[in-house]
């Protein structure tokens, strides 16, 4: 590091990315991070991933259209789960284990 850049005062109470209209945007209560246990309310796994600006994305593990398993993201569950259905999260061969007969 430059001197310059040791001696630099960062203001850490600020996003790292540019903030925008919905900096701060939040999954729908109950989707996402807030979401039942998938145990608990028979729907798929959920969990949440945050952007620089601290919006909130809604992640989900579910089948797609071809009945491999995959994950998909968006703003809410409906969004994440058509981002699966469509087929553009899909996951290796791992997470789809040939069935016995």
């Known amino acids: 590091m430059t001197e310059k850049a040791n001696q630099e005062v960062r203001d850490t109470t600020r996003p790292d990315t540019p ?4 900096a701060g945007r939040r999954a729908p209560v109950g989707e996402g991070v807030s979401a039942p246990f998938a145990a608990d309310s028979g729907g798929p796994p959920q ?3 945050f952007d620089g600006a601290g919006n909130e994305s809604v992640v989900v593990l579910t089948d797609n259209k071809d009945g ?7 703003e809410t569950l409906a ?4 981002d699966a259905h469509d087929g553009h999260g899909r996951l290796g061969d791992a997470f789809n284990p040939k069935k016995s007969h």
Do not use: F, I, N, P
Not at 19 to 22: G, K, P, R, V
Not at 68 to 74: D, Q
Not at 79 to 82: C, E, P, S
């Open 79 to 82: 969004d994440a789960l058509k």
């Open 47 to 49: 969990t949440s991933v």
């Open 68 to 74: 491999r398993t995959a994950e998909g993201t968006g």
């Open 19 to 22: 903030t925008h209209a919905t």
